[in-house]
Structures are given as structure tokens and as C-alpha cells.
């Protein structure tokens, strides 16, 4: 078994010798004379990656290339967010270890601070860039030109490694994406490619950043072309899988970062327990529009109130502190609260209370104008509601249902399609988690009872609804 550092430049030169001996098949023919069709033809000894045409191959391999590239960005900015964690506290890891480490007057103070430092980069650093301000890969890809200015990237992605390191509660999957995208746009603008091809690779860089960040490249693939692009057509799909494979390949096999979720096993104990997955897809379709809502209003509230962002960023940094003096698991990201619901018993008031502590801490965090994503927080929120439904389900059937742990993982998926309106990324994306066929069954129900119920709710707009809007056109840099 050649190890996975040997299969990645393997791939890519494999597909760069199938170019060159297209190309010296295609000169040789020609030079004897032979018409420019018969030239313009594979032979019929080569592979069939030859079958393909020019164009393609080179960007697939520049899709590799992103995936590659993308996946390492990715690295670098976990990196960033471990460096300043030691700077913090001195150890990196859990943020809500970290916060459970500190003193009370810090976890108030810690958030604030961030969000405040976050604020300046984007004020003082950001605002003061001259060129083309677009970051926003979605707009880029749906209602762009594929054009993603890197110094604002950049800009950016600092300001949400201080946000996330200093305890904001805001998923940084949305930096890392970001970065992955800027890196393809780039390699797309060098190659000079024209705007259908650049906002294509830009959907690839796209792919790789998600499939590095949650360990799962056909959920990834799906992500960017059932929301972003609108299209499963091979002709879309093709570059995405293979920078979604390489990036998972770089990040997981390659640079050894295990999985974020430590999902056990899942056992359905009844055909007819069914029934109650599908009545927790209808209360997921009916908190989806809650957290939105919430994340809207806060938005609009901060808004409005009479002060820089850089004010705005730290009172939303001081909110989350002020709320993590009582409850430290508002921190972060939540990767570990969701472990550890996961594998340990909880208290239904505990499970009620950080959901909702979490919900309102993600809503300051986001509504003041912290970079960063609500990806991460979705999922935290579908597991608690999960896991508080399972809880619930257990007290009434103690032998006849599954564990909490069961319709915590389920829940996870039903949130995230009523809130993104994609069902076939979240049953794929909770899926890839597990790896375990038993959970298919429940997860489809649920999570296209979640989806259903929330198209109810006419009037609140899907999570990413803003991001696929036009804009005005920006300068070039």
C-alpha cells in the first residue's frame, strides 16, 4: 500500500504525463501529413483520461491543485488559532476547557478583548485597502465573476482567528473556506481563465476548504453545488470532487487531523421507532426558524446602535463573556460539548440551557460583524435538540427506544437542512460522519420532515439566501 503522501503527486503527474503524450501523439500525427481530424482523435491504446479534451484536463489538474493548496491553507489557519490560544492561556485545545481553566473576570473579559481586536483589523487594516473588497466566495461563484480579492481574504480571515481563539462563538469553518477559495481564484486568475471557468474553480476551492474542515468531500461537493451553484450536472460536479478528495486526502490521511465529531455507534432499536425521528425532524423544522430569526434580529439590532464596528464587535464579545460566567460551554466552536453529549448522560435542563445560551451567544457573536460561520453553530444546536428530544423519548420508553446519542447525531442533520434548505448535503454530510448505514433510514426522515416543515415559514430566508444576491460591482485591484 503506497502511503498517501506518495498518491497525491502520483495523481497529478499521472495526469500531467496523459497531457503531454496527448499533445506529442497529436504533433506527431500531424506531422505526417495526417488530416487535423484524425489528429484532433485519441488513439485508442492510451487511457481513457485521454478521452478527455485539453481544456479539461488542465482544469482538472488545477482543480487537484486548489484542493492540495486549499487543504493547506486550512492547516495554517488552525495553526494560527492554536498559536494564539498558547498565547492565551499558555495550552491549546478545547476553548471550553480553556474557559473552565479561567477565572470568572477573565471569561467575561477574554470574548470582549477579542472581538475588539477583531474589530480593529477589520477598521484600521480592511477599510483602509484600496481595490476590490468582494470575499464572499458564494457571491463570487453564483453572482460573480470568480474574483476573490486576497488581501481582503486575508484581512478577514485574521480578524475571525482572533474572534474564534478569544472565545466568540462563531464556527471558523467560514475563514477556512473562504482562504481555500481565495487560493483557487488566484491560481484561476493566473491561468487566465475565462469567468464561467474561474467562478467554477473558485466552487472547487470552495469543496476542498469544507471537505478539510469536516472530513467529508461528497458532503462538501454537494454543499457548494446544491447551494452555490444550483447544479449536480457532471460537466459542475467533476472539479469539485476532485479538489473535495485531495483536500480531504492532504488534511486527514496526509497531516493526520482526526475527525472533529467522535459520533458512537448508531443502533435503530425498532422499525416503529421511526416515528419518533420523523417528530424530531418537525420540531427541528420549527427551532430552524427560531435561530435564524434570532441571528437576523441581532444583526439588525447591532446595526443600529451608534458606534463603530469595532464597538459593536467587542459589546458582542462582552455578551458572550458575560453569558460564559455562567455558562463556559458558549465558547468556541462547540466541538467538544457535542463530544461529550455524545458520549456521556446529560441532564435535560442542562441540555435546554446551553442550547439556548448557545443560540443567543452565537446570535451577539454574529450580529456584530464577526467574520466567521454559523455552520458549525447549527450543527451544535441540531445535536442538543437531538439529544433533548432522545432524553425525553428515553423517560417515556426507557427499553423500546435508542439513546440520546442516537437522535443527537440525527438531530445535527435535521437542523442543518432547515436551516440551509439543502436535504441531500445534510443526510450526506451526517452520513459521511458515521459511516454507518444504520443511521440512513431515521436521518432521511427526519431530516426531509425538517425541511418540509420549515418551507412553511415563507417569510425566513434559508442561511445563505443573502450570499447568492447581487451586489454592486467593485473596483479591481
Do not use: C
Not at 47 to 59: I, M, N, P, Q, R
Not at 147 to 158: D, E, G, M, N, T
Not at 197 to 217: D, E, F, I, K, Q
Request: aromatic residues 8%; glycine residues 10%.
Amino acid at each position: 500500500l503506497a502511503p498517501v503522501w506518495l498518491l497525491i503527486p502520483l495523481i497529478l503527474g499521472l495526469l500531467a504525463v496523459s497531457l503531454l503524450r496527448r499533445k506529442a501523439g497529436m504533433a506527431a500525427t500531424t506531422s505526417l501529413g495526417a488530416p487535423a481530424e484524425s489528429a484532433a482523435l485519441p488513439s485508442r491504446r492510451v487511457s481513457f483520461l485521454l478521452a478527455l479534451k485539453e481544456g479539461d484536463l488542465v482544469f482538472l489538474l488545477l482543480a487537484a491543485l486548489a484542493g492540495l493548496l486549499g487543504a493547506l491553507v486550512t492547516v495554517l489557519f488552525r495553526e494560527g488559532i492554536r498559536g494564539l490560544e498558547w498565547l492565551l492561556v499558555g495550552h491549546s485545545g478545547s476553548l471550553v476547557l480553556m474557559a473552565l481553566g479561567l477565572p470568572p473576570w477573565q471569561r467575561l473579559v477574554w470574548p470582549a478583548v477579542g472581538g475588539l481586536i477583531a474589530g480593529l483589523i477589520l477598521e484600521q487594516i480592511g477599510a483602509r485597502l484600496r481595490g476590490r473588497k468582494t470575499t464572499d466566495y458564494m457571491e463570487a461563484v453564483a453572482v460573480g465573476d470568480g474574483w476573490i480579492s486576497i488581501r481582503q481574504s486575508l484581512v478577514k480571515s485574521a480578524s475571525s482567528m482572533v474572534t474564534v481563539a478569544f472565545g466568540g462563538s462563531i464556527g471558523r469553518e467560514g475563514a477556512m473556506v473562504q482562504l481555500a477559495a481565495m487560493v483557487a481564484s488566484t491560481l484561476g486568475r493566473i491561468a487566465r481563465f475565462p469567468r464561467d471557468r474561474l467562478r467554477l474553480l473558485v466552487a472547487s476551492g470552495a469543496a476542498a476548504g469544507l471537505a478539510a474542515a469536516y472530513n467529508a468531500p461528497i458532503a462538501a461537493t454537494l454543499f457548494v453545488a446544491e447551494i452555490v451553484l444550483g447544479s449536480i450536472a457532471i460537466q459542475h460536479i467533476g472539479p469539485l470532487i476532485v479538489a473535495a478528495v485531495i483536500a480531504n486526502l492532504t488534511v486527514h490521511n496526509l497531516m493526520g487531523y482526526a475527525p472533529l465529531y467522535e459520533i458512537p455507534a448508531f443502533s435503530l432499536v425498532s422499525d416503529w421507532e421511526l416515528g419518533f425521528y420523523l417528530a424530531l425532524g418537525v420540531i427541528a423544522g420549527h427551532t430552524a426558524p427560531i435561530f435564524l430569526g434570532l441571528l437576523e434580529h441581532s444583526h439588525r439590532a447591532f446595526a443600529r446602535l451608534p458606534m463603530p464596528l469595532t464597538g459593536r464587535m467587542a459589546l458582542g464579545g462582552l455578551i458572550v463573556g458575560a453569558i460564559s460566567v455562567y455558562e463556559p460551554a458558549v465558547w468556541g466552536n462547540g466541538y467538544s460539548v457535542i463530544n461529550t453529549v455524545f458520549h456521556q448522560p446529560w441532564a435535560w435542563q442542562a441540555l435546554l440551557t446551553v442550547m439556548a445560551l448557545k443560540m443567543i451567544a452565537t446570535a451577539a457573536t454574529y450580529g456584530s460583524g464577526a467574520v466567521g460561520g454559523a455552520f458549525t453553530p447549527t450543527l451544535f444546536v441540531g445535536a442538543l435538540l437531538g439529544a433533548l428530544f432522545g432524553t425525553a423519548v428515553q423517560a417515556i420508553l426507557p427499553v423500546g427506544a435508542g439513546p440520546p446519542s442516537a437522535y443527537a447525531v440525527v438531530g445535527m442533520g435535521a437542523m442543518l437542512a432547515a436551516t440551509t434548505h439543502a436535504p441531500l448535503m445534510s443526510i450526506l454530510m451526517v452520513f459521511e460522519m458515521t459511516m454507518d448505514y444504520q443511521i440512513v433510514l431515521p436521518l432521511m426522515l427526519a431530516v426531509v420532515a425538517a425541511h418540509y416543515t420549515m418551507l412553511r415559514y415563507s417569510d425566513v430566508a434559508p442561511m445563505y439566501a443573502e450570499s447568492l444576491l447581487p451586489r454592486q460591482p467593485e473596483a479591481r485591484n
